[in-house]
T-cell receptor
Framework: QKEVEQDPGPLSVPEGAIVSLNCTYS??????FMWYRQYSRKGPELLMY????GNKEDGRFTAQVDKSSKYISLFIRDSQPSDSATYLC???????????FGPGTRLSVLP | GAVVSQHPSRVICKSGTSVKIECRSL??????MFWYRQFPKQSLMLMAT?????????EQGVEKDKFLINHASLTLSTLTVTSAHPEDSSFYIC?????????FGPGTRLLVL
Protein backbone atom coordinates (compact mmCIF):
# COMPACT_ATOMS: atom_id res chain seq x y z
CA GLN A 1 0.00 0.00 0.00
CA LYS A 2 1.35 3.41 -0.97
CA GLU A 3 1.72 6.00 1.77
CA VAL A 4 -0.49 8.50 -0.04
CA GLU A 5 -3.12 7.63 -2.61
CA GLN A 6 -4.78 10.09 -4.94
CA ASP A 7 -6.95 9.53 -8.00
CA PRO A 8 -4.91 10.80 -10.95
CA GLY A 9 -7.97 11.72 -12.98
CA PRO A 10 -8.33 13.42 -15.33
CA LEU A 11 -11.37 15.05 -13.80
CA SER A 12 -13.48 17.27 -16.04
CA VAL A 13 -16.20 19.52 -14.66
CA PRO A 14 -18.28 22.38 -16.08
CA GLU A 15 -17.54 25.93 -15.02
CA GLY A 16 -19.29 26.81 -11.76
CA ALA A 17 -19.30 23.26 -10.43
CA ILE A 18 -18.09 22.29 -6.97
CA VAL A 19 -14.94 20.20 -7.24
CA SER A 20 -13.93 17.63 -4.66
CA LEU A 21 -10.35 16.35 -4.65
CA ASN A 22 -9.30 13.66 -2.21
CA CYS A 23 -6.33 11.82 -0.80
CA THR A 24 -6.03 8.92 1.59
CA TYR A 25 -2.96 8.06 3.59
CA SER A 26 -1.71 5.25 5.72
CA UNK A 27 0.78 6.84 8.14
CA UNK A 28 -0.96 8.12 11.24
CA UNK A 29 2.17 10.11 12.15
CA UNK A 30 1.52 12.76 9.50
CA UNK A 31 1.17 16.16 11.14
CA UNK A 32 0.73 18.76 8.41
CA PHE A 33 -1.41 18.42 5.31
CA MET A 34 -1.05 20.51 2.21
CA TRP A 35 -2.60 21.11 -1.16
CA TYR A 36 -0.58 22.40 -4.08
CA ARG A 37 -1.71 23.53 -7.50
CA GLN A 38 0.59 23.04 -10.46
CA TYR A 39 0.00 24.60 -13.83
CA SER A 40 1.71 23.10 -16.84
CA ARG A 41 5.40 24.03 -16.99
CA LYS A 42 5.32 25.76 -13.61
CA GLY A 43 6.43 24.84 -10.11
CA PRO A 44 3.77 23.75 -7.60
CA GLU A 45 2.07 26.58 -5.74
CA LEU A 46 1.03 26.09 -2.13
CA LEU A 47 -2.71 26.63 -1.81
CA MET A 48 -3.39 25.65 1.77
CA TYR A 49 -1.94 23.78 4.67
CA UNK A 50 -3.60 22.52 7.81
CA UNK A 51 -2.52 20.89 11.00
CA UNK A 52 -5.57 19.62 12.77
CA UNK A 53 -8.68 17.73 11.77
CA GLY A 54 -11.51 19.90 10.55
CA ASN A 55 -12.06 22.48 7.86
CA LYS A 56 -10.01 25.46 6.74
CA GLU A 57 -11.44 27.92 4.27
CA ASP A 58 -9.69 30.42 2.00
CA GLY A 59 -11.87 32.10 -0.58
CA ARG A 60 -13.29 29.49 -2.91
CA PHE A 61 -11.09 26.76 -1.44
CA THR A 62 -11.84 24.60 1.59
CA ALA A 63 -9.39 22.04 2.93
CA GLN A 64 -10.75 19.27 5.10
CA VAL A 65 -8.78 16.83 7.21
CA ASP A 66 -10.16 13.72 8.91
CA LYS A 67 -7.31 12.16 10.83
CA SER A 68 -9.46 9.35 12.19
CA SER A 69 -10.22 8.18 8.64
CA LYS A 70 -6.82 9.24 7.26
CA TYR A 71 -8.55 11.22 4.57
CA ILE A 72 -8.08 14.76 3.30
CA SER A 73 -10.09 16.75 0.79
CA LEU A 74 -9.91 19.99 -1.13
CA PHE A 75 -13.16 21.57 -2.26
CA ILE A 76 -13.27 24.25 -4.93
CA ARG A 77 -16.47 26.24 -5.14
CA ASP A 78 -17.64 28.05 -8.26
CA SER A 79 -14.86 26.47 -10.28
CA GLN A 80 -13.31 28.51 -13.07
CA PRO A 81 -11.41 27.52 -16.21
CA SER A 82 -8.35 29.09 -14.56
CA ASP A 83 -8.56 26.37 -11.91
CA SER A 84 -7.58 23.81 -14.56
CA ALA A 85 -4.32 22.37 -13.26
CA THR A 86 -2.89 19.40 -11.44
CA TYR A 87 -3.62 19.35 -7.72
CA LEU A 88 -1.18 17.60 -5.43
CA CYS A 89 -1.82 16.65 -1.86
CA UNK A 90 1.17 16.42 0.43
CA UNK A 91 1.80 15.62 4.03
CA UNK A 92 4.67 15.73 6.42
CA UNK A 93 5.68 14.47 9.82
CA UNK A 94 8.60 14.82 12.16
CA UNK A 95 8.32 18.61 11.76
CA UNK A 96 9.00 18.63 8.06
CA UNK A 97 11.75 16.04 8.03
CA UNK A 98 9.63 13.57 6.09
CA UNK A 99 7.55 14.83 3.22
CA UNK A 100 5.29 12.76 0.96
CA PHE A 101 3.36 13.82 -2.16
CA GLY A 102 0.37 12.26 -3.75
CA PRO A 103 0.70 11.66 -7.51
CA GLY A 104 -1.66 14.54 -8.33
CA THR A 105 -5.12 14.86 -9.88
CA ARG A 106 -5.48 16.58 -13.24
CA LEU A 107 -8.50 18.87 -13.24
CA SER A 108 -10.10 20.47 -16.26
CA VAL A 109 -12.82 23.08 -15.78
CA LEU A 110 -14.69 23.49 -19.02
CA PRO A 111 -16.16 26.89 -19.95
CA GLY B 1 3.59 33.19 1.40
CA ALA B 2 7.29 32.50 1.17
CA VAL B 3 8.99 33.00 -2.18
CA VAL B 4 11.52 30.74 -3.85
CA SER B 5 13.22 31.78 -7.06
CA GLN B 6 15.08 29.75 -9.64
CA HIS B 7 17.52 30.86 -12.28
CA PRO B 8 17.60 30.40 -15.18
CA SER B 9 14.00 29.64 -16.05
CA ARG B 10 15.04 28.04 -19.30
CA VAL B 11 18.34 26.87 -20.70
CA ILE B 12 19.43 25.22 -23.91
CA CYS B 13 22.87 23.72 -24.08
CA LYS B 14 24.98 21.44 -26.20
CA SER B 15 25.62 17.85 -25.22
CA GLY B 16 28.70 17.51 -23.04
CA THR B 17 28.48 20.91 -21.39
CA SER B 18 27.62 21.60 -17.75
CA VAL B 19 24.67 23.63 -16.59
CA LYS B 20 24.19 25.30 -13.20
CA ILE B 21 20.74 26.04 -11.77
CA GLU B 22 20.31 28.31 -8.76
CA CYS B 23 17.58 28.09 -6.16
CA ARG B 24 17.08 30.93 -3.69
CA SER B 25 14.71 31.42 -0.79
CA LEU B 26 14.00 35.15 -0.97
CA UNK B 27 12.36 36.00 2.33
CA UNK B 28 13.25 33.17 4.66
CA UNK B 29 16.17 30.96 5.52
CA UNK B 30 16.08 27.31 4.58
CA UNK B 31 18.45 24.81 6.08
CA UNK B 32 17.01 22.20 3.75
CA MET B 33 16.18 22.48 0.07
CA PHE B 34 15.04 19.79 -2.31
CA TRP B 35 15.65 19.18 -6.00
CA TYR B 36 13.01 17.50 -8.13
CA ARG B 37 12.80 16.44 -11.71
CA GLN B 38 9.58 16.22 -13.68
CA PHE B 39 8.87 14.77 -17.09
CA PRO B 40 5.80 15.89 -19.07
CA LYS B 41 2.53 14.80 -17.50
CA GLN B 42 4.33 12.89 -14.77
CA SER B 43 4.70 13.37 -11.04
CA LEU B 44 7.53 15.15 -9.29
CA MET B 45 10.52 12.89 -8.72
CA LEU B 46 12.71 13.76 -5.77
CA MET B 47 16.34 13.74 -6.81
CA ALA B 48 18.16 14.91 -3.71
CA THR B 49 17.94 16.71 -0.41
CA UNK B 50 20.29 19.62 0.00
CA UNK B 51 21.38 20.52 3.52
CA UNK B 52 23.20 23.75 4.30
CA UNK B 53 26.78 23.11 5.25
CA UNK B 54 26.79 19.39 4.56
CA UNK B 55 26.69 16.94 1.69
CA UNK B 56 23.49 16.39 -0.20
CA UNK B 57 21.54 13.18 0.17
CA UNK B 58 20.66 11.58 -3.15
CA GLU B 59 17.72 9.35 -3.93
CA GLN B 60 18.34 5.88 -5.21
CA GLY B 61 19.27 5.85 -8.87
CA VAL B 62 20.41 9.49 -9.00
CA GLU B 63 24.07 9.86 -9.92
CA LYS B 64 25.69 12.21 -7.43
CA ASP B 65 28.67 12.82 -9.69
CA LYS B 66 26.38 13.90 -12.50
CA PHE B 67 24.06 16.08 -10.46
CA LEU B 68 26.28 18.14 -8.18
CA ILE B 69 24.50 19.96 -5.39
CA ASN B 70 25.94 22.74 -3.29
CA HIS B 71 24.09 24.44 -0.44
CA ALA B 72 26.55 27.12 0.56
CA SER B 73 24.21 29.42 2.46
CA LEU B 74 20.83 29.40 4.16
CA THR B 75 19.22 30.98 1.11
CA LEU B 76 21.00 29.39 -1.85
CA SER B 77 21.33 25.90 -3.27
CA THR B 78 22.75 25.09 -6.69
CA LEU B 79 22.32 22.07 -8.92
CA THR B 80 24.96 21.50 -11.60
CA VAL B 81 24.18 19.00 -14.33
CA THR B 82 27.63 17.90 -15.47
CA SER B 83 28.35 16.68 -18.99
CA ALA B 84 24.71 17.01 -19.90
CA HIS B 85 23.17 14.66 -22.47
CA PRO B 86 19.83 14.79 -24.28
CA GLU B 87 18.30 12.35 -21.79
CA ASP B 88 18.94 14.95 -19.06
CA SER B 89 16.44 17.26 -20.75
CA SER B 90 13.68 17.80 -18.24
CA PHE B 91 11.98 20.25 -15.92
CA TYR B 92 13.97 20.78 -12.72
CA ILE B 93 12.21 22.23 -9.68
CA CYS B 94 13.65 23.17 -6.32
CA UNK B 95 11.86 23.71 -3.06
CA UNK B 96 12.78 25.12 0.32
CA UNK B 97 11.53 23.55 3.51
CA UNK B 98 10.03 25.21 6.52
CA UNK B 99 8.87 23.44 9.65
CA UNK B 100 5.39 22.90 8.25
CA UNK B 101 5.72 22.71 4.50
CA UNK B 102 7.73 23.26 1.32
CA UNK B 103 7.70 26.22 -1.01
CA PHE B 104 8.57 25.57 -4.60
CA GLY B 105 10.49 27.54 -7.17
CA PRO B 106 9.01 28.18 -10.62
CA GLY B 107 11.18 25.52 -12.24
CA THR B 108 13.94 25.43 -14.86
CA ARG B 109 13.42 23.86 -18.22
CA LEU B 110 16.60 22.24 -19.53
CA LEU B 111 16.97 21.21 -23.14
CA VAL B 112 20.17 19.44 -24.13
CA LEU B 113 20.82 19.30 -27.86
Amino acid sequence: QKEVEQDPGPLSVPEGAIVSLNCTYSNSAFQYFMWYRQYSRKGPELLMYTYSSGNKEDGRFTAQVDKSSKYISLFIRDSQPSDSATYLCAMTWNYGQNFVFGPGTRLSVLP
Amino acid sequence: GAVVSQHPSRVICKSGTSVKIECRSLDFQATTMFWYRQFPKQSLMLMATSNEGSKATYEQGVEKDKFLINHASLTLSTLTVTSAHPEDSSFYICSARTRETQYFGPGTRLLVL
